[in-house]
């Protein structure tokens, strides 16, 4: 059995796109689609596209690369009813050697990117009438964690995403949810320290570091039918103004 592929979901064949889906989190969580019986795309920048899933080259830092791979996706798939905005870099520095670039990079690939792919995504939702939007960010976007402001700011910024998200496209049937994963091992944390990696392990309460399978089950549940109710917002039922602080 494909990894994942007990975790199934009730509706099938749907469009599905993922963002860095060729290896690490982004490709269990394709498998997991694949499996399901869903029309599966991945972008990728690098490497080769795993059987049976069309691979879109496209550079989230790109308005242009992803308008180009969303055509590419709706022309062969139809309209994208999932998205999973899961590509991501870190650049870890501390803060007084942190340069501005390594601020914006992480920003413009975490943030922005997950922000040009959701923007394209929702005019085939909309007019759909359904999708699912999920982001992929991090248990330091939560709780910080030093060497890392760049990153925690911009995994906790798809937190806002979501909510907003939620509140403006709810009423769609379209759904926005975040998962912020632990430590997951992949190529990200491979080449953490040996001394960084204990110190993560002494402090979480499994005593091991998660598999990219098992974020891959929490994302798939959420693309399906029995989590069409759930969705990122803030206080339940306050009705907010249309715009405001
Ligand atoms: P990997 O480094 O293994 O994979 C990152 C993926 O993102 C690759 O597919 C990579 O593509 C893609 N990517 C990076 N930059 C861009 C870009 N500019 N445009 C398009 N694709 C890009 O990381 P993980 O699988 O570990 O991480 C996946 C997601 O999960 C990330 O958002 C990460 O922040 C998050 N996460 C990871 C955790 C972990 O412990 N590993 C914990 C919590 C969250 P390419 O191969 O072309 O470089």
Same mark, same amino acid.
């Given at each position: 059995?494909?990894?994942?592929?007990?975790?199934?979901?009730?509706?099938?064949?749907?469009?599905?796109?993922?963002?860095?889906?060729?290896?690490g989190?982004?490709?269990?969580?394709?498998?997991?689609?694949?499996?399901?019986?869903?029309?599966?795309?991945?972008?990728?920048? #690098?490497?080769?596209?795993?059987e @049976?899933?069309? +691979?879109?080259? /496209?550079? $989230?830092?790109s308005?242009?690369? *992803? &308008?180009?791979?969303?055509t590419?996706?709706?022309?062969?798939?139809?309209?994208?009813?999932?998205?999973v905005?899961?590509?991501?870099?870190?650049?870890?520095?501390?803060?007084?050697?942190?340069?501005?670039?390594?601020?914006?990079?992480?920003?413009?690939t975490n943030?922005?990117?997950?922000?040009?792919?959701?923007?394209?995504?929702?005019?085939?939702?909309?007019?759909?009438?359904r999708?699912?939007?999920?982001l992929?960010s991090?248990?330091?976007?939560?709780?910080?964690?030093?060497?890392?402001?760049?990153?925690?700011?911009?995994?906790?910024?798809l937190?806002?995403?979501?909510r #907003?998200?939620?509140r403006?496209? @709810?009423?769609? +049937?379209?759904? /926005?949810? $975040?998962?912020?994963p632990?430590? *997951? &091992?992949t190529d990200?944390?491979?080449?953490?320290p040996?001394?960084?990696?204990?110190?993560y392990?002494?402090?979480?309460?499994?005593?091991?570091f998660a598999?990219p399978d098992?974020?891959?089950?929490?994302?798939?549940w959420?693309?399906?039918?029995?989590?069409?109710?759930?969705?990122?917002?803030?206080?339940p039922?306050?009705?907010?103004p249309?715009?405001?602080?």
């Amino acid at each position: 059995m494909a990894p994942g592929a007990d975790s199934k979901t009730t509706a099938t064949g749907r469009s599905v796109l993922i963002t860095g889906g060729n290896r690490g989190i982004g490709l269990a969580i394709a498998k997991v689609f694949v499996a399901n019986g869903d029309k599966v795309a991945i972008t990728y920048r #690098s490497g080769d596209v795993p059987e @049976g899933m069309l +691979g879109v080259r /496209a550079d $989230v830092t790109s308005e242009e690369q *992803i &308008d180009a791979a969303f055509t590419q996706v709706e022309a062969e798939h139809g309209p994208v009813e999932v998205l999973v905005a899961n590509a991501g870099i870190t650049r870890d520095v501390l803060l007084l050697r942190m340069s501005e670039s390594d601020f914006t990079d992480v920003i413009d690939t975490n943030l922005t990117g997950a922000f040009r792919v959701v923007k394209r995504a929702s005019r085939g939702m909309i007019r759909l009438r359904r999708g699912r939007v999920i982001l992929i960010s991090s248990v330091t976007g939560l709780y910080g964690a030093p060497g890392q402001i760049n990153y925690s700011a911009s995994k906790a910024g798809l937190v806002g995403i979501a909510r #907003s998200l939620t509140r403006e496209l @709810g009423s769609r +049937g379209i759904t /926005a949810n $975040v998962v912020a994963p632990g430590f *997951i &091992d992949t190529d990200m944390t491979a080449e953490l320290p040996e001394e960084t990696r204990k110190s993560y392990l002494a402090t979480i309460p499994a005593g091991r570091f998660a598999s990219p399978d098992e974020v891959a089950g929490v994302v798939s549940w959420l693309a399906g039918d029995a989590a069409g109710y759930i969705s990122r917002c803030g206080h339940p039922g306050r009705r907010r103004p249309r715009h405001g602080p």
